[in-house]
């Protein structure tokens, strides 16, 4: 394989790795300085792929009304129109939020982040052992 074959699948890996660390950060960030507020599950949205998506909606204390869209797995089971949700939001950004339940699962659940690690490691093997 030439050099520049190498170079270029490399980046390709680092990139992918940058993603991850970008992501992990981001929700780390949450855990650590994130504020927790009881949302309230408005409406569920069945449009997309994999199941609905719950539109969470609630207001942080400076009486900012803000909505947040979760997976099916980032919502309590059985989580219907009505129900409360705990969310964390960021302080500094509060656009940034991400319901309770997903903050705390361990890297290794989430798997976007541990396929890309996966995509990224199997990229290195493949360039520098074969």
């Known amino acids: 394989m030439r ?6 699948y ?7 790795l940058l993603v991850v660390v970008w992501q992990m ?3 780390l960030t949450l855990r650590s300085r994130g504020v927790e ?3 309230r599950c408005f409406d569920r949205d069945w449009r997309g792929k994999g199941g609905p ?3 969470l909606s609630y207001t942080t204390p400076d009486g900012v009304k803000r909505t947040h869209s979760a997976g099916e797995d980032q919502v ?6 009505g129900d409360s949700v705990a969310v964390l939001y960021d302080p500094v950004s509060p656009a940034r939020a991400e319901t309770a339940l997903a903050s705390r699962k361990p890297f290794w659940k989430h798997y976007d982040m ?9 990229i290195v ?3 520098h052992v074969f």
């Open 76 to 81: 309590p089971a059985g989580t219907r129109e």
């Open 53 to 55: 998506q719950f539109l």
């Open 10 to 16: 490399d980046g390709v890996a680092v990139f992918l």
């Open 125 to 127: 093997l493949m360039v």
């Open 25 to 27: 950060r981001r929700r």
């Open 3 to 8: 050099t520049q074959d190498v170079i270029a």
């Open 37 to 39: 507020v009881i949302a």
């Open 114 to 122: 541990a396929g890309l690690v996966g995509v990224a490691l199997s």
